[in-house]
């Protein structure tokens, strides 16, 4: 996933995951800080990320790391907080699915900013499987090729990698807690509103009553997923807003802007 002497940018959200994969990702390097940058995003949710920007500041900081924080609020004109707060108004959108393309675009734009030639996220096994399981819940087919591990996608530069996603979240736990990382305790107030949880909780579920299943659904998810991002890479179009690769005339970043520019005090 990552080349020998690559500049990689961490996605680092203050969490036990992201600070574990700082910390593994430091070791590989064999301590050189200097080849790694932690990218942070503030949401802008008031009483929740403030913790763990703390924690990632200070992690950075131990470990000679690069640490660039960047926010909606500055890239987009608004704070999550803002954006949602005229959400009651429309059912079929979950907080979460608002802010995960926000938070892609924003990651996106600071490894732009920070000259780093791959992006590594957290995303473990457990994240990976539910991820999948939930575009199948939503409908959402078309989607699955962009969780190809290894598409590239030829209009962005910057490779994604998740280095962790043969990993079960309790196993990053585990070395997160050994490690004896600090790590956020305050949940997001907005986690429990989309269908996440309840997957999350199934697959659980179903990982203790038939050890391994999570491993099985996992390649067999690779497997469709696969399929469907060799379709994908045939069909890139350009926003006609903002130029970025898009599977529409317009991005999924700015259709979601010009929804909410009609509900808030709109600055971006
Ligand atoms: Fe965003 Fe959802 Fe994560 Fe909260 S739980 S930070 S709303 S993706």
């Known amino acids: 996933m990552i080349r020998r002497g690559e500049r990689v940018g961490v996605a680092v959200s203050g969490g036990k995951d992201s600070l574990s994969l700082l910390d593994v990702l430091h070791r590989l390097s064999g301590g050189h800080g200097s080849h790694l940058v932690a990218i942070s995003v503030d949401e802008g949710v008031s009483g929740y990320r403030d913790e763990a920007l703390e924690h990632v500041k200070t992690a950075a900081a131990q470990l000679g790391v690069e640490h660039l924080t960047v926010s909606y609020k500055d890239l987009f004109g608004f704070s999550l907080d803002e954006a949602l707060d005229w959400k009651e108004e429309v059912r079929d959108v979950t907080s979460c699915s608002f802010c995960g393309v926000f938070r892609r675009r924003a990651i996106d734009d600071a490894a732009e900013k920070a000259g780093v030639s791959v992006v590594a996220t957290a995303h473990n096994l457990d994240d990976f499987i539910q991820t999948f399981v939930m575009n199948l819940l939503h409908g959402d087919v078309a989607r699955l090729g962009w969780l190809d591990p290894s598409h590239a996608d030829d209009s962005f530069a910057i490779r994604r990698v998740k280095p962790f996603m043969e990993i079960y979240e309790e196993e990053v736990a585990l070395y ?15 986690m429990h509103e989309g269908l996440r949880t309840e997957v999350r909780d199934y697959l659980n579920r179903m990982e203790a009553d038939h050890p391994g299943m999570k491993n099985v659904l996992l390649r067999s998810s690779l497997d469709v997923i696969s399929r469907y991002a060799a379709a994908d890479s045939k069909a890139s179009l350009r926003c006609s807003d903002c130029g970025r690769p898009s599977s529409s005339r317009l991005c999924n970043v700015c259709r979601m802007k010009a929804t909410i520019k009609q509900h808030v005090n709109y600055t971006g």
């Open 176 to 190: 997160a807690f050994q490690s004896g990382l600090p790590f956020q305790s305050v949940s997001c107030p907005y």
